[in-house]
């Protein structure tokens, strides 16, 4: 897959933000997980976290040497996602920018999805 037909970009900072945290990490083979889960205050909630196992059905990408995986279900709400970090001291952190999202929490960890 390139990294044109994943469905989640990254913004330099977080791309930064994510090279330093596998680094940290230092397992071999470690990714980027990106996906939902239902649940969050408005219906469906991110998923981000660091992984070393792989499913069946993951798309996976490497972006400039930081390797990051989906899973196909969650793709169909994240297709065209954009994730960013901020060092803010309140509300800082990563966030994505998603275009299947109708609403999302005032936190930014959930959305409800277009229908």
Avoid: W
């Amino acid at each position: 897959m390139t990294e044109t037909d994943f469905p989640v970009t990254l913004t330099p900072k977080a791309h930064d933000q994510v090279r330093k945290l596998l680094a940290r990490d230092g397992r071999e083979g470690v990714f980027l997980r990106v996906g939902v889960k239902g649940g969050g205050c408005s219906g469906l909630e991110y998923l981000l976290k660091l992984d070393t196992e792989r499913k069946p059905h993951d798309l996976s990408t490497d972006l400039d040497g930081v390797p990051i995986v989906c899973d196909a279900k969650s793709a169909v709400y994240l297709r065209g996602a954009v994730l960013d970090h901020t060092g803010n001291l309140i509300g800082g952190g990563f966030k994505f920018e998603n275009p299947n999202a109708t609403r999302a929490c005032g936190c930014g960890t959930s959305f409800t999805p277009k229908t």
